[in-house]
Structures are given as C-alpha cells and as structure tokens.
C-alpha cells in the first residue's frame, strides 16, 4: 500500500512476529468473550421457544 | 404565482396526505424536523421530491402515517415508515404501499391477514425478511443490562428499527436518539449511551419525532408517555451481509482494549483504558472511507484508510475520552469487518491508538504474523500528545 509507505509512524517489527505471539492473542480474545458468546447463543435459542398482538 | 410554488422551498416544512377515511385519515407523510421547534436530537432522515402544479420541492425528513385501522395496524404502520425510507435511501429496496405491507407476513394461523387484529412481533420479523431484509430481533429478558445499549448502538447506526411495547400493545418506529452531552455519571471507561436522555420516535397515535424518555421527570418538550424501559423486544433491519451483530461487537472490542499485548494500556503512552469513552457503530465502508478521505486523522492514517481493502459494512468503535467527546472529537478507532463470522475473534480489520496502529490482512486464515501489519509514533522525534480528530458523522443528521 503506497499509503504504509507515507506514514508518519515507524514500523515495529519486534511485536507479534511469531506463530505463537498471535496464536497467543487469539486464545486471550476466545478466553475473554467465550462465555457471553456462548450466552447469546442460548438467547437466540429462547427466542425460538418463546411463543402478544400490536395493535 | 401560484404556479411558482418552488420560490418557498427554504420554507417548505413538507406534507401530510388525508386518506378519505371516517377513522383515522392522516396518510403519508414527510415532515422537516429542522422546521419543528419542538424536534432535537440525532435523527434519521431523507429527502424526498414532491411535484405542485408542476413545481418540484423537496421534503426532507423520515416517512410517517397513522394505522388506517382497516386495513394497517400500529405494527403495519411501523413498518411501513421503515420500509419508505430504506426504498427512498437505497435502491436496492422497492417501495411497498400500506396493503402489500399486510401482506408480507404469510402467517394466518391466528386468522386472516385483513382487517388485521394485530401483529405479533415475530409476524413483524417475518415482514421484514419478505421486505428484504435479515431482521435480528432482541428481547429484554434475554440480554438484560446489555438491551438498551444494543438499541442504542443499532439507532447510532442509523437503522430505524420497530420497537414493542407488548405491555401497551403497541409498535413503534425508533428512528433517532437526543443526548446531552452534559450529563455526569461516575466514572471511565464508558460507552457514549451513557449521555443518552431518550430515543426519537414515530408513534402513529401522535405527531412524528415523538421523545421516549430514559427516566423521570418527563422533560420539557414533545415527549411521549412511554418510557425507554417500556420496550421489551425490538426488530432491527440488517443487510443481508451482516453477520456481526451488534451484541458480539460490545463484547468483542472490551476485549481487544484489555487485551495483554494488543490492548490500549499495552499500547499506547497517551491514552489509559480506564480513562476513555466509546462510541460503537456500523456504518458501510464507502461512506466511512468518503468521509474519513482528506479528513485530519493524523500521521497519514486516512490515506490508510482509503486504501484498506474492506468489506461493504464495518463496525467502528471510536475512542475518545469525555472531554474529546463533548467536542465531537476522538483520539483513535477500532475497525471490524461486519461481514466475519461471529465466533472469528480476530474480526478487527485495525486497531488505531493516538500512537499506535495495527492492521489485519483478513486474507490470511491462519496465524501467520505476516497478517499483522504494525506501526507506532517514534516517541523520540514525534509528538507526545494526543492528536484528536472529527468522530465520523454520516448516519443520524443533527437537529
């Protein structure tokens, strides 16, 4: 991207830069939000079950 | 003169149709929030050519109409004013009279479709997704604390969604939000719904651009009797892409700014976690690149922006702090792709802290760091405050 190359920053090369590091911040991603997933998973299950008129 | 009618177009507040009825007459109707001095707040709208004896004006505003009660109910009307400004704004959706409306829901296992006795919440869902769209659909009950914040996020997003207040028996048109800016709460961090006094409705029993308050007193103004804690279920109009929903954003970007390597604490020097206010919205990518193009994000990131693949929808989550937001001012933005799989917890299409940026090839499928394109501000030569910018406006117009 010619834009990467106009940027007024400096690259870092020394963060995430192995299979690891990433692989790292995936599982901390899944561990923070897999229970409120798995919630809204079942939300929509109930909206299912659930059996008013707007009139 | 009277075949000049175009002259008073920057006086024009718009029109109002009378059905020949005995009960209930008011019809299609376009009405110019600006030109209301009982109206403020963030609303959707549109514009709309109307012809006067061969005049053309302009109306601007969201489509309104009351239940015919004999062929419409409060739901149909509901949708209907929906439905009218989405085939107005995008031409993918056609547009539908109040009948063919009646009869976009097939379900007849509670009796025929006109007169209507009334719809349920899941004939209104139904309606939806023969419009065309692929409606979600959200009850109290099941997400609580976070329900609220969701409603606020969608109307944020400028999607007017169809509110149910099952205990009034009634359907609504959430179409807006007012906010005071001025409003204090306890502490950072904090989501922008915090300011957020009421939502902007269309109730077919009252005028248009009706307030449903957040909590008592009733404020002064045009406010309705029913109360935001009211709505038990809400229907939401998605485009069929969508498949992040608002629910999994919330939750999915508190994660990225906590995070151990890649969150705002981690990385950035100017900026804590606990001292920020975010405002979360979906928006499409063309309007985002259009608005953020030449615009004053800095370093070079709008550029970036422009020529970052994306998908036709993202979630932003822009960070401020509450001093920035009062100004419509935000230090840094969270990029997601709307169209990713909910359970995808690498979504993020960039992280951008005021001295930190991070991109994500959504190409690669695995872990490869090559994925991850990173730069920081060199704290040495470059600036050590803050630099803040304009929050993208595009999706509600101001009142």
């Known amino acids: 991207m010619n834009s990467l190359k106009k940027l007024k920053m400096k690259k870092v090369k020394n963060l995430l830069s192995s299979k690891e590091d990433v692989n790292k911040v995936r599982s901390s991603l899944e561990q923070k939000t897999a229970q409120t997933f798995v919630d809204f998973a079942k939300s929509k299950q109930k909206v299912q079950e659930m059996a008013k008129y707007l009139d | ?399």
């Open chain 2, 1 to 399: 003169m009277l075949f000049k009618l175009d002259r008073f177009q920057d006086e024009y507040i718009g029109f109002i149709v009378l059905r020949p009825n005995r009960v209930k007459a008011i019809g299609r109707t376009i009405l110019d929030p600006e030109k209301l001095s009982f109206v403020s707040g963030h609303i959707c709208i549109s514009t709309y050519p109307v012809h006067i004896l061969g005049a053309e004006l302009t109306a601007t505003g969201f489509p309104y109409m009351s239940q015919d009660s004999d062929v419409t109910v409060c739901a149909h009307a509901a949708c209907w004013m929906i439905f009218r400004y989405f085939s107005q704004r995008y031409n993918r959706y056609s547009e539908k009279w109040p009948y063919e409306v009646s009869q976009l829901t097939r379900d007849v296992s509670t009796g025929r479709l006109v007169p209507s006795k009334g719809l349920t919440a899941y004939q209104v869902t139904e309606m939806f997704s023969n419009f065309g769209f692929t409606p979600e659909i959200y009850i109290r009950g099941h997400h609580q604390d976070l329900f609220d914040k969701l409603l606020y996020m969608y109307v944020e997003s400028g999607l007017p969604v169809v509110a149910v207040l099952t205990g009034h028996r009634h359907a609504i048109t959430i179409i807006g939000h007012l906010s005071d800016f001025n409003i204090s709460f306890p502490g950072t961090p904090e989501s922008s719904d915090v300011y957020l006094c009421g939502f902007i409705a269309n109730d077919d029993n009252f005028l248009p651009y009706h307030g449903v308050r957040k909590n008592d007193p009733v404020p002064d103004g045009y406010w309705s009797r029913f109360k935001v804690e009211d709505i038990d279920t809400f229907i939401v109009p998605l485009y069929e892409k969508n498949h992040l929903s608002a629910e999994h954003i919330v939750k999915l970007s508190e994660a990225i700014l906590t995070e151990e390597t890649l969150g705002l604490n981690a990385r950035s020097n100017l900026l804590q976690y606990e001292d920020i206010i975010t405002r979360t919205f979906l928006t499409s990518s063309k309007s985002f690149k259009r608005m953020r193009r030449g615009d004053s994000v800095p370093f070079g990131i709008a550029n970036v922006y422009c020529e970052m693949a994306m998908p036709k929808f993202i979630w932003v989550c822009e960070i401020s702090t509450p001093d920035l937001f009062k100004d419509g001012k935000i230090a840094g933005e969270i990029l997601f792709d709307a169209t990713a799989n909910p359970h995808d917890r690498m979504a993020f299409l960039s992280i951008h802290y005021p001295d930190f940026l991070l991109l994500n090839n959504r190409d690669f499928l695995t872990n490869d760091p090559k994925r991850f394109n990173i730069h920081a501000v060199d704290t040495d030569t470059d600036t050590n405050e803050i630099i803040p910018y304009h929050c993208y406006v595009n999706n509600l117009f101001e009142v």
